[in-house]
């Protein structure tokens, strides 16, 4: 391989493997933000625990008191139960991620004593989307790309958490109001 086409590669390889590791830093945010979540949610279930006696036995204007404390603990469980699926997911997308960088370090072994001969443009697109692989690893890494775009990712689990987690803080909001 001459020097020119090794410069090439390096950037190309340097450019996914930057890509690939800023998606995984993402997620990693993701996946700290979830446990937050899930941690102050356990802790509205504590507090939630600690206080009916409290709650349940002050003369409330609400009458429905204790079934907004059933509602606060469902919903504050529910959303522990999302926030540790959604950790789950998110280790499945830092794995896949992991292999995609394996594979696109691979691509590097085609071009072993070899010359680049395309457009070092459309080279780097190539080898972004590993496209100097053989077809069944081109396959495998398309599937791993589909993996990381699923609808039930930590992505898109995160804002139920949230959504869930929130309703259950305005019912304790409302069950201290009263």
């Known amino acids: 391989m001459d020097e020119e086409s090794e410069k090439i590669i390096d950037q190309a390889q340097e450019l996914m493997t930057d890509t690939i590791l800023a998606d995984i830093e993402i997620i990693k945010d993701r996946l700290s933000y979830i446990t937050w979540i899930t941690a102050l949610a356990t802790g509205g279930i504590a507090l939630a625990i600690s206080q009916q006696d409290k709650l349940l036995l002050t003369a409330s204007p609400i009458q429905s008191s204790k079934q907004i404390l059933i509602f ?45 001969e395309i457009d070092p443009v459309k080279f780097v697109g190539m080898y972004a989307e590993c496209g100097h692989l053989n077809d069944d690893k081109k396959e495998v890494f398309s599937r791993l790309q589909a993996k990381n775009k699923r609808w039930h990712s930590e992505e898109n689990f995160i804002w139920a958490q949230l959504f869930v987690f929130l309703l259950g803080y305005i019912g304790i909001a409302v069950l201290a109001i009263t």
């Open 72 to 116: 606060v603990s469902i919903s504050l469980f529910i959303s522990i139960i999302i926030g540790a699926f959604s950790k789950y997911q998110g280790q499945q997308s830092i794995r896949n991620n992991r292999m995609m960088l394996a594979m696109a370090k691979t691509q590097r072994i085609v071009f072993y004593r070899k010359k680049i």
